[in-house]
């Protein structure tokens, strides 16, 4: 079994950032703590984690995937996107989610694009010659986190625009702490694109959230996944 764990802060912010405009694609300068999500490797390397080069923040990192806003934290009154969610935000939306009269929602094809780039905030891609069922299982650690009102919101999609789920609250004021998400029969070579959002309108400074999230990879019980291998 292949597991890959993210670790997750969300940092707080000075107290001048509280000025910032809803919706606002910001970060502050903040002293002492940062926004950090980071993948140890895993030598089997049955699923790959693949990164967005074109959205900041989003890397590679000594050969592991990165999430990083280094010493930069969350603005109060503020919400980050990360990569495109799919078309069905709007046609079938969450039941959170931020106000769109001040923060649209990019929606597009997320991960395929004209020039060949995938619009994801990364990829889950099966290595393997054989299909695999997947599993995404994230969990706060409330002992380390205050998370306030922030929002924590994240999507699974194939690259043909449909999607494993739209309305995953992953944390929500204290509510919705460990969400786990299954994915049957993710093909070879098939991607699965990953976006994710952060929503302090809110929040407050100070807030803070430890996570981890986990991607785990076993032999499929069925075959075939819901989309073709992205690019």
């Not at 997750?8 to 002293?31: C, E």
């Not at 996107?81 to 039941?95: A, D, I, L, R």
């Not at 986990?214 to 073709?228: E, K, L, N, Q, R």
């Amino acid at each position: 079994m292949n597991r890959r764990t993210l670790l997750a802060g969300l940092g707080s912010t000075a107290a001048a950032s509280a000025a910032v405009g809803t919706g606002a694609f910001s970060a502050a300068q903040i002293s002492g703590r940062e926004t950090d999500i980071s993948v140890v490797n895993d030598a089997q390397g049955l699923v790959g984690l693949v990164p967005n080069p074109e959205i900041s923040g989003v890397e590679l990192a000594g050969g592991e995937l990165a999430i990083a806003l280094d010493d930069h934290g969350v603005n109060v009154n503020s919400v980050y996107q990360f990569g495109h969610f799919s078309e069905e935000w709007t046609t079938n939306p969450p039941t959170q989610k931020p106000d769109e009269s001040t923060f649209p929602i990019t929606t597009a094809d997320p991960t395929a694009s004209q020039n060949g780039n995938f619009r994801s905030a990364f990829l889950v891609r099966n290595q393997t010659d054989n299909a695999k069922d997947v599993e995404m299982t994230f969990s706060v650690d409330e002992g380390a986190s205050s998370p306030g009102g922030t929002l924590f919101l994240f999507e699974a999609h194939y690259d043909d625009g449909s999607t494993v789920q739209t309305d995953e609250i992953a944390y929500d004021n204290g509510s919705g702490s460990t969400v786990s998400m299954s994915i049957q029969g993710l093909g070879a070579g098939e991607d699965l694109g990953v976006s994710f959002l952060v929503d302090a309108t809110d929040g407050a400074v100070g807030d803070g959230l430890a996570a981890s999230l986990s991607v785990s990879a076993g032999a499929a019980a069925t075959g075939g996944g819901g989309g073709t291998p992205g690019t």
